[in-house]
């Protein structure tokens, strides 16, 4: 108990729900990390396809970023109006359902959720990657350093989003800073000086095709994946949600916008070209960049270092909205309830600990090393976004068939231009990648609404066979016959029969011989001797039936046979009585007085509901060891742990 | 189930108890094992000593192995008393108990439980170590191998010594009966031809210290042990047990004995000398042996395997009788009652699976080496050896003083000479090999007698606490306070409200508002309002009291805080009442349910039973999703699982 609390902190009551949200401060941290990490790896994915191009590939980074950079605005735009449209939660699920039906809203929730997965891996063995090649000597651990992030970055959303969001604001606020300072004396430096001498002479290889430019635009897509993050955890802002959800977003994409247009003006200007990974001395984009501009000091360790924080945490995005996601999908009863139950940091902890079991066990089957996924995830980021601005479109069309206004059809233009937008962008996207995974992903989404549909059949099953419309019905009132367990003469077997007395007229103790083995047949004679005089004299005295005393034989030393023998017995002879089994049950509370006992009464209670009917209760009548602890202590010690220091009030 | 059923087979009535017993044809296999084996390991471990003295070292190995030979009937005719005198458990540990007092029955009882334990470990482990000098190729697999032989021997056992016996007889009587040969066609032509012309000139190194030979018969006492393996597992025999157990003795004795003459013999005869393990072209001692006298053929192949085989199923001596030792000593309240406890194919399970457990971890931690626990196992057998004989010696000498007689003096002799015999060699063993590692098993055996202690001291605990002397104390009957835990209206509602009023007039139904989180709010008002209509209405009319609804928050989102809240209420403001808890839970019967289930009602159960109260029961209220099977389907498919058939009737 101490442990848990030492890890995940004290259990948050429901009337701290509010103190818990965020506001735009731990947003960004929270949810853009996604976003801003992608800086690294946009432009550096698009100069990687550019390299067969020579110092000439650099000079196409330029207008390649621009259209990006256009596209980015266009999101932001259409997701500040869904925001806005969808304050509790406005994520392409939501849209979805809301506007194109269900299967649309499983088609996005699908791939919503393969992509926050995939994102896990793949951000968290990015960041891996990049601290590798900047200290070659952890390359044995990559897996390790890969399971040790994924476990701090869980244990710290298990605590709260709050808790995430403060604590990883600072390497956030660090990256941004020091690349915003890097930029700046960078452009001051090309503006001034011209390119530096360290550039390499232009050498030009050709002109590129439109393919070549197409795949460039794609892999420079990856730099958008993360926006649509603020929509699908609006539910964890502090009221007014939407404004604190609209800041966050304006300060993700305005950081994530201002990095990428500076990147690409300064590769140019600096002729900064991608390296081959697989090559020694290999640098990263953004690595040259800060070399060029201030040299290796302490800054460029700074800057270097908060980046490689910002690539490991990238993660934590997914682990803010999927738990978020998957707890809307489970209340339309699509994924399983314990998705929709608040764990004890008022977080959804079942998807927090799903997500972090499925992208560990990726990283273990890829062995720490997930590029080959990233193909697979932008796929799922554009078909949400395009299915999240097409869900607009048609919201802002029902909005004007209401009510016509020039607002609602501006609005409409603009999600309109961003379904387009990113719709193309999904194409390009599918084509370009089709032969390098993206095919998977078109295969796992529609398996997994096929799971999702699964679910959602055995709930409906269900609550068609629980649902009542009738009144109780209830008829004359029979006393159950109450079977009592007995092993010996004992306290417990006192404790049992006198309860089973309360209950009932007719109680029938049950003796079952041989349970330890052929030779365990001591305990009857003891029993039976003293049954006269133990109980049926005493009974009798006080006015009651006596309880009959029935030794059955445990053939294959299991209580339940011979017990669901009797009870197939009772109900042929008296149908539709109540028969209630009685269990008497010795209450271990140390961990080390588990292997001392047999456990019996337990392996019994499961079984008896399992194969019982629909006349059979089992009752548990517990035995404490020790004297119980008193009202006052059992208080006290619940305090201390902080959990039910006025929890719980009549209503 | 059927996985269970295919690996273990069907589980076995009581009633094959008789059925499932073994005679003296599988007595060899299932407890002979260890001591057929040794016959390989101590000649050779005694001329390891020797091998210091070169060539001349093996004129000593005749006269040792004589004094091995003269314990060893020594021992033979003390355990045949032993069995005698103690036919259902003639162990160490049963012999001390009657004669020497409780201490020195758990020092017994300890060094055999170390001693079984070791000896599983070191048996396989030298198996395969005989194995991969045959084929060194395997030599990576070592641990595999062990674990592998492990398994298999305890999988075999867990189906029934009777299973084990039948199978390892193939194994065991043939390397009887290809060593017998081989010995026999040794001698005539040791006596025909003199030494081959293959052996070494004699060397005189020197004459051997009494040092030397003290520890070179030190080493080949290890030939000994597994002697008493049958006097531990007399319970194994059908009865007649003792003539079983004789006959089984005899043929132990017999084969090990002339298998040990015969070998020191032809060691000295053809000048066989044990060689350096360490060194490239190691053979061992029975291998050379069989080179030299039937060349390298199809014979030579068949014995050496069958030894092979011997070798690594030794361990199935241990997997008799620890099981069967632990019972007893668990009979007694020194070790956890699951000892006790018949399984499913009528052998001790619990018992055979902790010695499995704690092999393999040794196996594991020694990396499938265990050549240094070698000591460690030597020191119990023959500690044992000597308690039993002393014992023995103190029981004759009771029947002598009851009833003089020279039988008793004469058994009497017997039993003295063989304590002394083995007093003598566990003095010398423990002198010899003390720095060897054998004060370990000093400092390990009074730590396990430590902890027989403290399980003793907690059943005899929980004994005085169980313990009622007096009749049932019935006073007038209360009826109890019935709580039922509600979540919304349904036909689990309907039920478990109805079956509360069979129990009691008073009945409180109890809705726990806010357990998913925050805002999960909504079953609230759907309850309230249906309760006049739905329950007050429908009980009134039947004339009951109707329940009452209370609505309580549950503001850490756990069931049992605001009910044990209640219940700390109800016992102030009635004292003495008992409370009982109805919970209506949903029975799940496939595996894939679980997950679709927030499993509530199950923890709730847990909890309350943990944190109740003297006057608290818990009612198990089952609700099951498929029309319940019939008492019909159900027979037959327990009968299907050979479980039920007969299995019990009323007495």
């Given at each position: 108990m101490n442990f848990k609390r030492l890890f995940f902190g004290p259990v948050l009551p429901n009337r701290d729900e509010r103190a818990r949200k965020i506001g735009a401060l731990e947003g960004v941290p929270a949810m853009g990390l996604d976003g801003l990490g992608s800086s690294a790896y946009g432009p550096e994915a698009a100069l990687t396809v550019l390299i067969?191009?020579?110092?000439?590939?650099?000079?196409?980074v330029e207008p390649i970023t621009a259209v990006i950079v256009v596209l980015l605005a266009i999101l932001y735009l259409s997701y500040r109006q869904t925001i806005r449209a969808y304050p509790s939660n406005g994520g392409a699920y939501t849209v979805a359902k809301a506007n194109l039906g269900r299967e649309a809203s499983l088609l996005a929730a699908a791939a919503l959720m393969i992509d926050y997965v995939l994102n896990v891996a793949v951000g968290i063995s990015a960041g891996v990657a990049a601290l590798i090649s900047a200290i070659p000597s952890l390359q044995p651990y990559t897996l390790w350093l890969c399971l040790c992030i994924l476990a701090l970055v869980t244990l710290i959303n298990l605590r709260g989003t709050l808790d995430a969001g403060r604590l990883f604001a600072l390497p956030t606020y660090t990256f941004a800073g020091s690349f915003f300072i890097l930029l700046a004396i960078g452009i001051y430096k090309a503006a001034t000086?011209?390119?530096?001498?360290s550039a390499p002479l232009a050498q030009v290889a050709g002109t590129a095709s439109a393919w070549v430019l197409m795949h460039a635009f794609a892999s420079g897509?990856?730099?958008?994946?993360?926006?649509e993050a603020v929509s699908n955890g609006v539910?964890?802002?502090?009221?007014p949600a939407v404004k604190y959800a609209h800041r966050t977003l304006t300060a993700i994409v305005l950081i994530l916008g201002i990095l990428l247009a500076g990147i690409a003006y300064l590769a140019n200007a600096f002729h900064i070209a991608a390296m081959?990974?697989?090559?020694?001395g290999y640098q990263s984009v953004l690595s040259q960049l800060a070399t060029s501009v201030v040299g290796r000091g302490a800054f460029y360790y700074v800057a270097i270092g908060s980046l490689l924080c910002v690539l490991a945490l990238s993660a934590n995005t997914s682990f803010t909205d999927f738990p978020r996601l998957c707890r809307t999908i489970a209340q339309d009863?699509?994924?399983?309830?314990?998705?929709a139950v608040v764990g004890r940091r008022l977080v959804f902890s079942v998807g927090i600990a799903y997500l972090a079991l499925t992208a560990g066990l990726l990283l273990i089957v890829f062995n720490g090393i997930t590029e080959h996924l990233i193909p697979l995830f932008a796929i799922g980021a554009f078909l949400t976004f395009t299915l999240s601005q097409a869900g607009m479109v048609v919201h802002w069309r029902r909005e004007y068939a209401r009510e016509p206004s020039s607002t609602a059809r501006a609005r409409m233009g603009i999600n309109a231009v961003g379904a387009l937008a990113t719709g193309v962008a999904f194409v390009i996207i599918l084509l370009a990648k089709f032969t390098a995974g993206a095919w998977i992903t078109l295969l796992v989404i529609p398996a997994v609404m096929v799971l999702l549909h699964s679910v959602n059949r055995y709930y409906a099953g269900l609550k068609e066979q629980m649902?009542?419309?009738?009144p109780l019905a209830i008829g004359a009132i029979e006393s159950p016959t109450v079977l009592v367990v007995v092993e010996e003469w004992s306290r417990l077997t006192d404790k049992a029969l006198t309860f089973a007395m309360h209950l009932s007229k007719e109680v029938i103790a049950v003796h079952l011989m041989a349970?330890?083995?052929?030779?365990?047949?001591?305990k009857r004679q003891a029993l039976e001797a003293r049954w006269a005089d133990f109980v049926e004299a005493p009974a009798r005295a006080a006015g009651h039936t006596p309880p009959r005393l029935l030794v059955l034989q445990a053939q294959y030393r299991r209580m339940h046979e011979p017990l669901i023998r009797l009870l197939r017995k009772i109900e042929t002879n008296h149908p539709g009585r109540p028969v209630a089994i009685l269990i008497p049950e010795l209450i271990k509370r140390?961990?080390?007085q588990y292997p001392l006992h047999t456990h019996r009464a337990r392996r019994l209670r499961t079984k008896l509901l399992q194969c019982?009917?629909?006349q059979v209760v089992v009752i548990n009548v517990p035995w404490f060891l020790e004297p119980v602890a008193s009202a006052a202590t059992v208080d006290k010690k619940d305090a201390r742990a902080g959990?039910?220091?006025?929890a719980s009030r009549p209503a």
């Open positions: 067969p191009l020579g110092a000439a590939g650099t000079g196409y000086s011209g390119p530096p001498p897509c990856t730099a958008m994946t993360g926006v539910g964890a802002f502090r009221e081959d990974q697989s090559q020694a009863d699509f994924l399983p309830r314990p998705f649902r009542e419309e009738a349970l330890s083995g052929p030779d365990d047949v001591g140390k961990w080390w019982g009917s629909e959990t039910l220091h006025g």
